[in-house]
C-alpha cells in the first residue's frame, strides 16, 4: 500500500493551495483520510479529517478556510487551502485508515503519504 502526497510549494499570504492524495495496492477499504501538518520544532497536529461517507472536522485555525474532500473512486483524499497564513507552512501529511491485503492476509491499520512541503511567504 502506497500514499502519494502532491500539491504542496510555495505561495504567499492569502493565496491558495490544493493538495491531493492517493492511496494503491491492494485495497480492500478505506475509513477515515485526514491531513496532519508539522511545523520545524513543532508536534504534528491534525489539520483536517474526512469519513468515508464524507462527514469533515477541522482543526480551529483551519476552518472555514481549508476544505477536506475524497473521491472514493479514486481512493484519494483533497485539502484545498484557501487564505493561507504564514503560520500554515509545514510539511504536510496524508493518513488514511484502511484494510488491505499485504500479502499475509488482510490487515487493518493507518498509513502514512510522504510528506509535502507547504510555504506561505508574508
Known amino acids: 500500500v502506497q500514499l502519494q502526497a502532491s500539491g504542496g510549494g510555495l505561495v504567499q499570504a492569502g493565496g491558495s493551495l490544493r493538495l491531493s492524495c492517493a492511496a494503491s495496492?491492494?485495497?480492500?477499504?478505506?475509513?477515515?483520510m485526514g491531513w496532519y501538518r508539522q511545523a520545524p520544532g513543532k508536534q504534528r497536529e491534525l489539520v483536517a479529517s474526512?469519513?468515508?461517507?464524507?462527514?469533515?472536522k477541522y482543526v480551529d485555525s483551519v476552518k472555514g478556510r481549508f476544505t477536506i474532500s475524497r473521491d472514493n473512486a479514486k481512493n484519494t483524499v483533497y485539502l484545498q487551502m484557501n487564505s493561507l497564513k504564514p503560520e500554515d507552512t509545514a510539511n504536510y501529511y496524508c493518513?488514511?485508515?484502511?484494510?488491505?491485503?499485504?500479502?499475509?492476509?488482510?490487515?487493518?491499520?493507518?498509513?502514512w503519504g510522504q510528506g509535502t512541503l507547504v510555504t506561505v511567504s508574508s
Open positions: 493518513n488514511a485508515d484502511l484494510g488491505a491485503d499485504v500479502g499475509s492476509g488482510y490487515v487493518r491499520g493507518h498509513y
Open positions: 495496492g491492494s485495497i480492500f477499504s478505506i475509513h477515515d
Open positions: 474526512i469519513t468515508n461517507g464524507g462527514i469533515p
